[in-house]
C-alpha cells in the first residue's frame, strides 16, 4: 500500500490493528508531552516493521507511529502476524530486530542528552538517509524540529552552519546532502554504535 507522508499508522493508547513493513516509506516512532511537544525515540524503514506490541503481546502503545517519509510498505492485520510470527525463524528474526530497535532508542535517548544539536540533527539526518534511496530528504525545518524536540530556530541554525560548510543544501522543504563522508564526521558516535548494532543482529536487511 502507498502510506502519505504524516500519516498516523498508530496512536498512543489505541489498539494495534496492523503491523506495518515499510519497503520505500521511513516512519517516525514518536511521543509526546501533555503540552503537545514531541520527540522521536526511533525511525523505521525497509530494515523493521511498525506495530511491535503486537509481538510483545502489549497490543497497545504509549507513542505514535507516523510516516515521516512517503512510500510504500506491507500491511498484514493482527491476528495473521500473531499466527505467521509464531514460527521459530519468524519470531527469531523479529526478536533480533527488537534488540536492534531497543538500541537505536537508547542511543537516541543519550545522544539527545549528551551531543549538541549540530551532532543530533547529523545522526538523524544519517539515519534517514540509510532508509532512503537517494542523497536528500523532503522535510520542513518545523517537522525536523519537532522530531529532534527543538525549537525550529534551532534547527535553522544548525542547517545553516551545514550548508556554510558545503555539506548540505537546504532550500524550503528539501535537504540534499553534498557531502555524505563530511556529515558523518560532524556526527556525533551514536550514529556508528546504532548501525553497528543492526549490522550485528540484521546483517542481511
Excluded at 125 to 133: A, G, K
Amino acid at each position: 500500500m502507498e502510506l502519505p507522508a504524516g500519516t498516523a499508522l498508530q496512536k498512543s493508547g489505541e489498539a494495534v490493528r496492523y503491523a506495518y513493513f515499510p519497503c520505500t516509506a521511513v516512519v517516525s516512532i514518536q511521543y509526546s508531552l501533555e503540552n503537545g511537544s514531541t520527540a522521536e525515540i526511533a525511525l523505521v524503514g525497509q530494515e523493521g516493521m511498525v506495530g511491535i506490541a503486537l509481538l510483545l503481546g502489549g497490543g497497545s502503545m504509549t507513542g505514535n507511529a507516523v510516516v515521516q517519509s512517503a512510500g510504500q510498505a506491507f500491511r498484514i492485520q493482527a491476528d495473521d502476524f500473531r499466527r505467521d510470527a509464531a514460527s521459530p525463524a519468524a519470531m527469531l528474526l523479529l526478536l533480533r530486530y527488537l534488540q536492534a530497535l531497543w538500541a537505536q532508542m537508547a542511543q537516541t535517548a543519550i545522544c539527545n542528552k549528551y551531543h549538541v544539536l549540530e551532532q543530533q540533527l547529523c545522526r538523524w539526518m544519517l539515519l534517514s538517509l540509510d532508509r532512503l534511496p537517494g542523497s536528500s530528504l523532503d522535510l520542513t525545518q518545523e517537522s525536523i524540529a519537532g522530531m529532534l524536540g527543538v525549537r525550529r530556530e534551532c534547527i535553522t541554525e544548525a542547517a545553516a552552519k551545514l550548508q556554510r560548510a558545503g555539506v548540505i543544501r537546504y532550500t524550503r522543504g528539501h535537504i540534499e546532502i553534498l557531502d555524505r563522508p563530511g556529515l558523518e564526521q560532524r556526527s556525533c558516535e551514536c550514529y556508528v554504535a546504532i548501525q553497528r548494532e543492526y549490522d550485528r543482529l540484521l546483517p542481511h536487511r
